[in-house]
Structure formats: structure tokens, C-alpha cells
């Protein structure tokens, strides 16, 4: 029989709150209670028609307009701004290049990947924010008919708005109401909305009844949203059911006592089955934004007014686990911004909802706005027409919620690791207490207090209400969304309690190349809990007293910050030259930059923790300085270290030091002695010199080395201007020797000096098919005294010298050549050819491409029957192109090069039926003057004047070739070369250059050198499809350095006329 009473009081509490996710709001008469559906929260017109001063209603609609439409003026159109969406500045470090080789290893891993910092400057923010990437979701009415969604398609929102039909599953009715229309245009609008950039989902709750329109909310369609659209941390709800939610439960309970024995139990199970969506949502860090609600009518002469929110703004009052992604927004009058007000609605004491039991989770805004209409159209009411540009007043707490949702879109997209707990704490603690503002208002004018105005000319006469009294009206204070945009103003146990159970504001910023600014002054009496791999700077003068724990990633103080502070083992904490921090114990890193930073209480390090030290930095403790067992002292070189040794204090400590640093590390460039005086220790750093540093890391990276030295000096010697100085000294603050190294490769320069074996190569590989050519020139029959013939030519070789990067090459070549006897033993032709050339270095040496055209004169002289003499001279005007990265730096420049080349041959054929073996010996001759560049992309970037290389090559080899004769005079040859080349000139392509930053002096540079011998390899076949036309084909290997250098593979035609 109990079950059966449980059972039924379910079934009628369920029929009797259908309209419990219903809303109502402002829009409209009548309304018995919260079992009815209603609109949404806003002011209206009054039934009759005309511009009045209609009250704000809550309850059943009977009007189709939610809006108080206060004063219609005419707009010319104008045309919006383009908005742009700009990304939050993350500094990096000075130095970057591959992960592998991370800026500032020190040895063992303990420093890597570190935002460098400025002593003297403290970090500002300069980005705009609109909320570019941040999507709110708006759950209203009605964005299914036509004539809004393609107005926020296609005008308002420019492509940012989203209908949740094209997302989930679930109808809606198209009411006709443009509440939700509004609201979503608060939030996004391209010109008056608070988040210029947000995307917007807008979801349909709307219904009809009667003549009147409301909302009724659908759990489904939030559930839907949670798991297609994940990313969705922002739930707009402009409407509420139109009850005190402090007569919510009474009202619940006064439905069941019948059925019930124990009601208090059962009510808590009617909450956990009508809101368990919201529940889940909160759960899952998502944020509910609630207007608080407005009025509602009872009677022709009586208006309901509410001093708490209603309903489901006020849902945490009985479920407190909802509080840490609620926040319910009040509605005030703020056209006046030196007179902020409630609103009256035209009667004087009147007020919307007031925050009242939820003062912790309420705000107040402006419930008063002008916006423009949007869609044009015909008033039946007013009897008149209306312009989409013309104005429209709207009011009510409705359109007080989407300003706080704009705001929080603002604060995700700059902070978008806060969850909603961290962004209502944000939108809270940044509001302006009203007491404050009130105090600020001296000027003899009606101070609005609430239903306790009154008007005093003598400041000190004038009756105020009681802070308690303020924020059970106002809540938090009044929205400052300006401030709200750099964090939040206070640490509050009441907000931080509810997701830590130590009161600690949780940043937990994943993203280790993210950095995130606080910077208003931080009070309260909670504390903070920095945790994930990237940074936080606090750039305000910080008071909050609840502890600070850095668990991960960096936490960068700047100026004051009376917490205690506790570094665990992947933590980090950044001091700077005016930090000032209470006590610190340190298990996980702290690090000094600059002269001035004072730990006010006492300095405890754990062991296995890490003190980094900027060299010339002094860390002041005026407690006492403990370094346990295990202690390490890592120096960090944020200026110049000359090869002078230089000794200042880096650590003085009033209350005395006990303990000492086990282990001393620094980078690779820099040498260091400490050691203890009475309360201080002092610090002795000097420059290392960089060859014998380097040595052994491969010759490149030494030429490097070489280099860099030479330049050390000069700046030990003042001979360098402070740029380079100071680019030099960030090389100093690399930490080990093989991360280093990877930074001197990007210095090496070798493209220019490997890159011209590239040059070479491609002329070798049309040289080559040349010669193949001119070797068929016997071929000629003394029927035909002359031919034509085309080659493609690709070429697929590597450049490989130990101690430098490698590199793949890449050609593609055409030729075309043309013939002809000249007399009764020569031929003599022309060859035209054009050539693309590639060379991909590994790790950072660079590319580059070279594009070539080029004419050859060629010939062969039959000199006795067996005896020849064969030659070909040239010239080929090269364009290239060279891409490197310099350190941070990105060069791509281009040179003009020009080459000459020769090459003469004498042979002798030996003869036997139809095969032939020739024995020759050839001569070759390459001239390359390679133009002048100019990197000019940071100090370390190089410029250097024109080069010319020679190479002279000596080649003895053996040719054969045999014949197989067919009909009509056609034939099949087939051929194979072999021959070896020896080098005559230097091998050298190094060339002198200056640094950029230090044009007065030229260093040497080298890469990859000229083999000393080569050797070609070759087969090919000729075949004669008539007597005039043939085709080839010739494939030969180069090996150099007993590797093989290059394939070369040709294809091609002739024809014998």
C-alpha cells in the first residue's frame, strides 16, 4: 500500500510540474505557479498597444512581445566592423628550434622548455578579445522560425549561430516570440553584443498557449548537447519558474503530504529527477547562467515582488552541489552609470528579483539596453511600421543573463583552461561592490539603495543599507566585464570551498606553451593551486592569506604576494626583481631573475629541489635560509658572462643559512664557483671558451665553435654593439653540450659550401648525357649528315661527408641538341638545356634549389680511322634559392650564379666486326662564381661577397658498344662506360662571411668538400625504329667517398636527316 501511495504521489508530482525546466519571465499576465508554463524573463508592451510604462511581468503570456519597448527611433543603416579574433600572446623562449634540442637543458633535465622572462618589465596583454572560438549556448525561444535564424545567420552573427536542430534530435514550436532572438543578440551580436566573435547555439524551448507564448525546457536537448557538442562550457537560461525559491519547497511538499510519510526525503528525490541534467552538466564543468527573474502580476492590483531569484536560478539553495557552475544574474538599471539603480518599471520601490539566499552565486547587471530591432516589419499593435535599423528599448532580467554569458565567452577564449567553477569565481570577485560605488557617487543626486532612496545634500547624512543588506540585493556587486578580463580580483573560501577542499583557486593549465596573466590585485581569504605544465603570471599586488601550492608548471610573481608559498616537484616558481612573497619551501624549482626579490619570511629547500639563479641576480630572505641534503644550485645567465671572472652575492639570508648546495650545475658555455660567508653566498661565473667546449661534437659543429669564439672575444673586448651581445648571451644559457650543438648547426652555414657539390652535380648529370650523345655521333650513316635529338634527364644522388649534415638531391633535366657535318671528319653541334636541382639537408643545415639554363657547343673530329678528338664547351646561368633556420630566425634568400664549363676527350676505337672498345683519357674544366647573399634575419644570420670555385678533373675510362644490325639499314647498339676522374683543384668550397650583427669581421665557413676521385659507371641502348628515327636510353651510377653519389637515368630521340 506505501509503494502504491509512492508511486502515485510520483506520477502526480510529474503531471504537476511539466512546467518545473518551464519558464517564465518576464514577458506577459497572469500565471498561478511554477506548474505553468511560461516565457521568458523581459518587460512588455502593454496589451493595448502604444509605447506605455507597462510593469514587468512574470507568469503565462498573453502577448507575444517580451520586451518593454520604450522608444522606437529611426537608424540609418550602418555598416559593422569587421571583428577580428585574436589568440592570446604566449611568450617563447628567446631561442627556439626543435623539441629535441629544448632552449636552457640544463644537465639532468632540470630546466627545460622555460619562457624566458624580462626582469624589468612586467608582461601585459595587449590582445583584443571578442570571444573568437568560444561557443555559448542559448536555450530560449524561438530560433526555428525563419525570419530570426536567418537574420543571426546571415546579419547578426555573420556565420557564428548554430540551430540546435542541426545538432540533436528533439522538435520545437515556433512560437513567433523573438525573446531568445534578443538574448542570443546580447550575447554575439557583430556590434552590440558583449562577445563580438562567440558562436552561438541557439535552442528552441518555445511553446504556444492560447494567445499567449512560453517555454518549456526539455532535458533531453541538454543531454543531447552534452555529448555531440562537448566543447559547449556555456549554457545561457534566460527564464525561471515564477516562485520564490525559498517558497520552492513548501510548495513541493504541500502537493505530497498525502502520499508521503517522510517528505523532506521525498523532495529530495523530486530535485534529483526533474535537475539531474543540470547535475550532470555541472559536473562535467559546464556553466549555467540564470536570469534571476523580474515580476509577476497577481492580480489587476497587485505585483508580486521577489527578493530572492526564483526558481531555477535559486535551484543551489537546495541543492548545493549545483552551486559550482551557477550563477544566477539580477537585473538593475543602469542607464545612468553614475546613479545605478534597480528597476522600478515605472513604480517607485519597485525591483526585479533581488539575489537574496543566492547572494554567493548572484551578480547584478544592466537589465536596460537599446538595441537595434533587426527585422523590419509591421506592428499591428502600435499600428505602425518598424525598420530593422530602427531602436528598440528592452528590459528585464532576461537580457541581464547574456551580458554575464557574453562576459564569460570574453574570459574563456582568454583563459580557455578555466572551468566553470574558475569562471564564475572570475566573473564574481571582479564585480564592483555596490558599497564602494555608492560612496563614490557624492554629488548631492537620488542614490539608488534599493527600496531605501533618499536624497541628502550633505554626504555624511545619508542613510545607507548594511553591507548584508547590499549584497542580499546586488550579490557580488555589479559585473565589471572589463576587469573580469584579467582574472580574478579575490581568492574567496565561500567560492573555492566548493571544488577545493582547502579553499584554493585551481589553475590548472595543461598546455605547456600557454601563458596566462592575472593581473588585478588578488585578495581573500582563500589561496591558489597552480597545477598543469603551463604558466601563470601574477602581475598585481596580491594580498589573498590561503596557501599557494605550485604543483606543476610555472607560477611567475611579480610584485607582492603574502601567501605562503609551497613548490612541489614539477612546480616552478618565477621571481623577479620586485617580488615579495612570505615563506617558500621549495621542493620542485625556484627561480631569481634580476636583483631585488625579498622572501619576507624564511626559505626551506627540500632535497632534490633546484634554485635557479640569473648570474648578478641577489635573492633577499629575512628569515632563515634552510637547504636540506640534496639541495641544487642551478646558474642561469640572463646577461653577457665575459672570460673574467666576476664574484657577487646571490643569496643573503638575515636569519642565517644552514645547509649548503650539494651540487652547483650550469650551462655548457659557463663556469662557476660558490662559496658561503657568514649569511650570504657568494656566486664566481666567467665565460668558458667555446672550441674546447665544442670539441668533439662533429667538424661542423667546431667550425661553429671556431667562429663564435672569435666573436666572444670581440664582445669581451667591447668591439661588438649590444644586440649581438646579447644574442651571444643567450647561447650562453643553452645547458648541455648536445643541445648546444643542435643550436650551432643551425649556425653552420654549410648549405652555402655543401650546396655548390649540388651545383656541380647538375651540371655533371647534363654532361653526362651529353657525352652519352656525342659518343653516338659515329653512329652516323653517310646517308644522313645531320640529326636532331631530345633528352629528359633525372638525377638521384646524396651529399655525404662525415662531420656535416647529409643531403638527398633531386634533378630534372631537359636537353634538346641539333648537328651536322662539317666537312668529311667532323660534326659539330648545339645543345640547349634546362635543369631543376634540389638538395634537402638533414637537421638544420637547410635547402636549397637551384633552377639552371645552359647552351653547349659540342663536337667530334675523327682524327686517323681509330683515333678521335671530341669536346664540348658551355655556360649555364643558375638561380638559387637557399632556406635555413637561424636559431629563431628564418632565412630564404636568393643569389645568381653563373658556370663555365669545358671538357675534351681523345679516344681510340678498336674495332672487331660489330663490336667496339675505346679507350680515352678526358679533361674537364668548371668555373662557378656563385653570387652574394644577405640573410639579414638576426644577428647570427650571415652576408657574404661573391665566390668563384674551380674544378679541374683529369678521366681515363673505357667505352664499348655493340651492334645489331637489322633490316633497312636500322640497328640495335648497345653501350657501356666506365671511367674514373681525379680531382686536380683544391677540394675546399669554404668562403668567408660576416655575422650580420657584426658586419666589421669575416669568419670562415665550411661544409661538405669536392671528392678527391670519381668514378662513373654506365649502360645504354640505342635502336634504330627506321632509318631516320631512334630512340635511347642510358642509365649510370657515380660513386665518390666508396658511396654511391648520384644516379643518373636519361631517356631520349634522335632523328637523322
Known sequence: MKKRKEVMALFFLVTALIGTSCSSGGGGHGGSGPGVDSVPIGSVRDKKGGITKPDVKMGFPVVSNPELIVSVTPNTPTTPSPSTALEPVVTPSIITTDPSVAPGDFVGGKRQNQVQLNSVEIPKDANNYNGSGVTVAVMDSDFLSYEFANSLK???????FQQYEEIGPGSGTQNGSDHGYRVARVVADIQEGIAKGANIVGTTFGIRSGSGVGIRTDANKYLELFKKRPDIKIFNQSFGQTMDITRYKAYIQNQLYRYYGNIEENFKRVLEQEYSHYKKGVNEDRLFIWAAGNTVRRTSTYTEYFDNPMVEAGLPYYMKELEKGWLAVVGLDLRNPDEPKEFENGKSGGHLARAGVAANWAIATDGVMDIKHGIGGYDSDARKSYHKTDTVTIAGSSFAAPKVAGAAALIKQKYPWMGANELRQTILTTAKEVEDLYRSTNRGHWVPIGNHMERWENYNERRHLTKEQLRNIYGWGILDVNKAINGPAKFDRRLTTLTDVNGRFKANIADANMRSIFSNDISGDGGLYKTGKGSLALTGDNSYTGSTVVHQGNLEVYKGLKSDVTIDKEGRLILSQNSRLANVSNGGTVENIGSGAIIQG???STANSLLIADVGSRLKIQGTTRLENGSTLAVLPQKYVSSTAVSTPMLESAGGVQGLFDVVLAPAMIKTKIDQSGNQINLTVQRRNVEEVMSGQGESVENVARNLEEAYKDADEGKTNLSFKNTLAELQGIGSTASLAGYMSSLSGEVYASAQLLTFQQTQAVNRDLSNRMASLSNLDGKHESSVWMSYINANGRISQKGYDKANTRLNSGQFGLDTKVGKNSILGVAINYSKANAYFDH???TSESDGIGVSVYGRHKLTDNLYAQGRIGIASLSTDVERQVLNGHSNIHHHDILYSAYAEVGYDMKKDNFKVTPFVGFSHDMLKRGS????????????NKKTYHKDMIVVGMKAQYDIAHDKGRATHLMAEASVGKNLSSRNLDFKASYDGHRTEEVEFKGAKMPDYTVWTGIGVE???????????????????????????SVGFKYKF
Open 933 to 944: 647573399f644577405d640573410e639579414n634575419v638576426n644577428d647570427l644570420s650571415i652576408s657574404a
Open 602 to 604: 624564511n626559505y626551506n
Open 844 to 846: 638544420y643545415a637547410g
Open 154 to 160: 546571415t546579419d547578426k552573427l555573420k556565420g557564428r
Open 1023 to 1049: 635502336h634504330d625504329f627506321t632509318d631516320q628515327f631512334s630512340m635511347y636510353t642510358n642509365y649510370d651510377l657515380k660513386v665518390e667517398n666508396d658511396k654511391i653519389a648520384d644516379k643518373v637515368a
